[in-house]
């Protein structure tokens, strides 16, 4: 047993846990994200359809959900979020 307490004490497994933990969290943001953009639509009003909603819940970039946020704020509908520029 003391040499399973020394792997889990390495360094190396630590190492491990913690990329474990940031992609879990990276992966939470991304949910949430997700979620904002799609609770800023449904507040405005603007049709959300079933592929609109998939695209937003399958996107991991936390950079194009914040833009994807910023433009659901001022959308005249759904389809302006994924406007180039």
Do not use: Y
Request: hydrophobic letters at 40%; glycine letters at 6%.
């Amino acid at each position: 047993m003391s040499a399973l307490l020394n792997f889990f004490r390495s360094e190396h497994a630590q190492r491990a846990f913690a990329e474990v933990r940031a992609e879990g969290q990276a992966q939470g943001q991304a949910v949430k994200g997700a979620k904002d953009v799609l609770c800023v639509l449904s507040l405005r009003g603007l049709e959300v359809t079933p592929k609109t909603r998939e695209r937003i819940e399958a996107c991991k970039d936390l950079d194009l959900l914040d833009t994807w946020l910023d433009r659901a704020v001022t959308a005249s509908r759904t389809e302006d979020l994924f406007a180039d520029g």
